[in-house]
């Protein structure tokens, strides 16, 4: 094997850019070298089989002789450090490396250039210096991110906390509204063009039975009788195409429908929203119940009829009654002449009963009118109501059970007791002929607090109540028949009925600063109920009634009558002068105040009911110009707007017209005696 082959440096060597020369022989002479080689020295590759190339001549510091001997002499056979090659320009060129004696050749490992590895060093302190600067500002700029992403994410963690601020006061304010959506007792409905339920309030679930999941994406029409669905839909595409109002807008009355299929009125008031959903219009509506409203205005026009017929009644009645009361004292009179078992006293025997069967009849209309006086007391409604026990009991036969409800502890009432009798006679009455076959009558009293709307649709003063109800089991009453059911001389019960029961009844509640309220199902039964202020202690007298007894009843006194009705005062006159006492009359008080001031006067009587001053003015009058002249009223109609305070002791002792001779007679001798 040649020195060529033995000192052969692979290709891969040949083509590093490391700076090698590889293999010299001891005479310089070049065996193998890379492209490292060429490119420091600028020479061209040597063929491997040219062997005359020397290039000692190119080490210049140290020289290629003293690389030998330092080689040689050294234990590692080893130059390790800087020398310098000359180019072939001539240029020289400094190297760090290692030159190594090896098989008597050196091998040379050159590491890099020394001016390019100062060039490099400098370009690397530079870079350094450029990193550096850019490190300087990548830190600065690096600060001023973190600076800007701390504001930047304080300003998001504020809008953030806007944000949600915003959405829970959002949140709230849909909250808010809902609540006061869900507050107003009005149903309120929402809708969109197409008719289709978006929104239902508390209200409209109360006022319709729907829960609002069950009707919400459901037709509107669905809350509509059938006949009035189809126009609905008429009423909104006018409405969505022409833009006229007819019904949006404004407010109607119409009738709806509840989950059950029953029907009733409503006030409907229907407006367009400010906004669309979904691209399409919306509108909400208002529905207000206007069942009770109808029942108070039917209650209200049956009050108003009512009293109506009262004065109506009450006006014939007092006219009546005078007639009656001549017609009762003059019998009276030409009875106490007649001789006893003669024709005569036959005849005006008949003619006094009769006239007494028509003060009961005027007695009973008086009580519709509320113009009939009544001998008011402290009563308890229990302690009548079981007194009348027995005979209820065998008015309504053994076909119909009587059923007591009392509440305990009931309160006192102040009011007739009579009429209180005759009132249950007659409600117990009716009831029992609502009932076909057998059946069951119920009497209940009760203790109750009337609030404001109660009272309002009872039309009484709220406060403390007695309520006294009859309830039946029957056949329950018609509305046509409702309308008229407290009318005098209404009767659904043929020529067997006077008409006369539950108008009494009606004028006897109202008398008693009370109301009577009715509620009836068909088929199922009726209650009637009366309600009656609670009483508070107030001390009354009594109010005079039919005297018996023939007393010494003769007087001396001087007496002046007033009343507008002549034919009554030539009866008094009559009647108290045939006792003895000296009589003035006046057919007004104007007359009589005339007389007052021109005539010693003991005792006044005199009516209620005249034109212009009527019976408690008058007698203010007298009390004040002639004090010492006792006074005594009579009357058989009245007004409760006509009494005062100071009027209750006059009013309490009133003589009620028509009245027998007897009467008056035993009360003027108690007064003047």
């Not at 300003?155 to 507050?183: F, G, P, V």
Request: hydrophobic share 35%.
């Amino acid at each position: 094997m040649n020195t060529q082959e033995k000192h052969f440096i692979p290709i891969e060597l040949q083509n590093s850019n490391a700076i090698v020369v590889a293999w010299i022989d001891k005479d310089g002479t070049l065996i193998n070298e890379n492209r490292g080689f060429h490119k420091l020295t600028q020479s061209t590759m040597f063929s491997l089989k040219d062997t005359s190339r020397n290039i000692s001549n190119l080490f210049i510091q140290p020289t290629y002789d003293e690389l030998i001997q330092f080689v040689n002499n050294s234990s590692e056979s080893c130059y390790n450090g800087i020398f310098t090659l000359g180019k072939v320009d001539g240029i020289c060129k400094s190297v760090k490396g290692k030159i190594v004696l090896q098989n008597d050749s050196l091998y040379l490992n050159a590491e890099h250039d020394i001016e390019e590895f100062e060039n490099l060093q400098q370009s690397l302190l530079i870079l350094n210096e450029t990193l550096s600067q850019t490190q300087k500002k990548l830190t600065q700029t690096n600060q001023t991110l973190e600076s800007r992403v701390k504001e930047r994410t304080r300003d998001l963690e504020e809008s953030l906390k806007l944000s949600i601020q915003t959405r829970e006061e959002l949140n709230l304010s849909i909250q808010d509204k809902n609540d006061i959506l869900d507050s107003i007792v009005d149903g309120i409905i929402s809708i969109d063009e197409n008719g289709i339920i978006l929104s239902f309030n508390t209200g409209a679930e109360k006022l319709f039975e729907y829960q609002a999941h069950e009707i919400i994406d459901k037709n509107i029409k669905i809350l509509m009788p059938n006949q009035y669905s189809e126009h609905h839909d008429h009423y909104i595409n006018n409405y969505l195409t022409t833009g006229v109002q007819k019904i949006i807008g404004t407010g109607r009355d119409v009738t709806a429908r509840r989950k059950n299929g029953s029907e009733f009125p409503i006030h409907l008031s229907v407006a367009e929203m400010s906004y669309k959903k979904l691209n399409k219009r919306r509108f909400i509506g208002s529905c207000i119940d206007l069942t009770e409203f109808h029942q108070q205005q039917d209650l209200l026009r049956r009050s108003q009829k009512m009293d109506a017929l009262g004065m109506l009644t009450g006006g014939i009645a007092h006219d009546f009654n005078n007639m009656l009361g001549v017609i009762l004292g003059f019998s009276e009179l030409i009875k106490e002449s007649a001789l006893p078992g003669s024709n005569i006293a036959r005849y005006v025997e008949n003619i006094f009963q009769s006239s007494q069967r028509g003060a009961s009849l005027t007695k009973k209309l008086l009580s519709f009118s509320r113009s009939k006086i009544s001998d008011n007391s402290k009563v308890n409604i229990n302690q009548i109501v079981t007194e009348e026990k027995n005979i209820l009991e065998k008015t309504l036969t053994p076909r119909i059970q009587l059923k007591y409800s009392l509440e305990d502890q009931l309160w006192s009432t102040w009011l007739d007791k009579n009429d209180l009798e005759d009132a249950l006679i007659n409600m117990c009455i009716n009831a029992m002929h609502a009932i076909n076959g057998s059946g069951k009558v119920t009497v209940k009293t009760e203790n109750k607090a009337i609030n404001a709307l109660d009272a309002q649709f009872l039309e009484i003063p709220p406060g403390d109540y007695i309520l006294l109800s009859v309830n039946d089991t029957g056949k329950g009453i018609d509305e046509e028949t409702m309308e008229k059911i407290f009318d005098p001389f209404f009767t659904t019960k043929g020529d067997k009925g006077t008409g006369l029961g539950l108008s009494q009844v009606f004028g006897f509640a109202k008398r008693s600063n009370g109301t009577i309220n009715v509620k009836s199902k068909i088929e199922e039964g009726t209650t009637f109920t009366l309600y009656f202020p609670r009483h508070q202690d107030r001390h009354k007298g009594a109010i005079l009634n039919d005297a018996t007894g023939n007393d010494n009843l003769m007087g001396t006194e001087t007496l002046l009558l007033v009343d507008d009705e002549q034919n009554l005062l030539e009866l008094y006159h009559e009647i108290l002068s045939g006792k003895g006492y000296k009589v003035f009359s006046a057919n007004s008080p104007e007359l009589a105040i005339e007389i007052l001031n021109n005539e010693s006067i003991d005792l006044v009587i005199s009516d209620i009911v005249m034109p212009n001053i009527n019976g408690y003015e008058l007698i203010e009058i007298i009390k004040e110009k002639h004090p010492h002249i006792k006074v005594q009223l009579m009357s058989g109609f009245t007004e409760d707007a006509m009494i005062e305070n100071k009027n209750l002791e006059l009013h309490e002792q009133i003589i009620i017209k028509p009245f027998e001779q007897n009467t008056l007679l035993k009360r003027l001798r108690e007064i003047l005696n």
